[in-house]
């Protein structure tokens, strides 16, 4: 059976192409969600993708990910990076191993944005490489369970 990962998208990225073009460039979410299943069959991981712009969906397909072999995730939980301890506690608790992904540089932005309830609990964090940042993920967490796998 092929290795499940998870990709969650946060709050406003179903608005991705559209939604303020400089900063988040015209790429389309379900563009990216189709790079990634297909480099997904290339790389032997099973990809499943989800998207909500509510906080308890997010929690509970989180927490699902207890019972459903995932073995990573990619997680851009958007606006809620800076707010909310409720998916920060969700992620704990299901202790799945995680990497946290930004379209844009957080770091060049408002100051609010600098601050993350995810990075100290995640394997890897990238931002500001645009929708590549999610393919950059999948291979390093390929690359990781490989290593996994031969020693
Ligand atoms: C974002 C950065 C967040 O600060 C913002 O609220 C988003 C998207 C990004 O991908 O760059 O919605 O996570």
Known sequence: MKPRIAVVHGPNLNLL???EPTVYGTTTLAQIDEQLQRLGEQLGLRVDCTQSNHEGV???RIQAMAHDQTRFVIINPA???HTSVALRDALAAVAVPFVEVHLSNVHRREAFRRR????DLADAVISGCGGLGYSLALH???DKLLTKAQT
Do not use: E, H, P, Q
């Not at 993350?116 to 990075?119: A, I, L, M």
């Open 79 to 81: 606006a809620y990076t």
């Open 116 to 119: 993350s309830y995810f990075s």
């Open 140 to 142: 390093w967490i390929a």
């Open 17 to 19: 192409g559209t939604r």
């Open 58 to 60: 997010l929690v509970d």
